[in-house]
């Protein structure tokens, strides 16, 4: 195992520790979804592709007015800084939003900032202009209607 690999293992296992969800961990790390309230949430990584930053991708959901979501969203890409705290996209099979940033895989990297950072930055996000603040956090797979 690399040291990346380690980081990342250790990083979500200490995001459930924080969430007392330890025993899902094993979930997120073979490529499952958590869930914070009704979004679902992957933590990637791509070695090959970014060997020091795994992909946090945090599903919003298809929008209920493609026009004034989709304006809302490139708006959002300005004020994210063109990639610099992540990207909203939609997915190219099912027209889901989904916002996408890297997180460091560092010894000082952990899973109680990772925890933070998505509170901060998904927390207020949404594609139809509503204010979306997660309460709560429970471990598991996302159904299949969430990834198709």
Request: proline content about 6%; glycine content about 10%; charged content about 20%.
């Amino acid at each position: 195992m690399s040291e990346s690999e380690s980081h990342h293992r250790r990083i979500v296992e200490e995001l459930c520790a924080v969430l007392g969800q330890t025993a899902n961990a094993h979930l997120l790390l073979e490529g499952g979804a958590m869930k914070i309230d009704k979004y679902a949430v992957w933590l990637v990584h791509d070695a090959p592709f970014d060997p020091g930053h795994m992909f946090v991708y945090v599903d919003l959901g298809v929008p209920s007015d493609p026009a004034v979501a989709y304006k809302r969203l490139l708006k959002l890409n300005f004020e994210l800084g063109a990639g610099v705290r992540g990207v909203m996209s939609l997915h190219p099979e099912n027209d889901r939003v989904l916002y996408t940033f890297r997180y460091p895989l560092t010894a000082a990297s952990s899973g109680q900032d990772l925890l933070k950072t998505l509170l901060r930055f998904a927390g207020g996000v949404s594609p139809d202009g509503a204010e979306n603040k997660p309460g709560s956090f429970s471990g598991g797979r996302p159904s299949a209607a969430s990834r198709n």
